[in-house]
């Protein structure tokens, strides 16, 4: 019995998925460090239900917008724990001067960029046989 409960703990369940009907977005220019050429975003994720969720499992794009048009897209995650009602930051730079913001979830598989996975864009060689 012991073993079975061990095993179902460990499988990967409903835990991989972030229930977004449960937390919120949002994003807002910080005002105290943007300059002319850079521009410092607040991303806050905020908890409305009762489980703590790993922060790294919550990733989100955070787009600039001049009119309806996307002019900047960054992506990015939490870190820590999220706790239950409670709320998590973290600060995302878009290159240039924006003023309106959209932040939406993003599928937390399969889109990290190659320099969240840490790829440095060197490949091994290999040695010749000559």
Known sequence: ????????????????????????????????????????CRIRVTNHGGRSWQGRK????????????????????FGYVLAPYGSLETLIGFLGRYDRFEVVPANGRGERSPRDRGATGRRKRRASGD
């Open 1 to 40: 019995m012991n073993t079975l409960l061990v095993l179902l703990l460990a499988l990967p369940g409903s835990e991989s998925a972030v229930p977004w009907q449960e937390l919120t977005l949002s994003i807002e220019r910080d005002h105290q460090t943007s300059s002319d050429t850079v521009t410092l």
């Open 58 to 77: 919550i990733a989100f794009e955070a787009r600039a917008l001049e009119g309806a048009t996307v002019v900047a897209s960054e992506r990015g995650r």
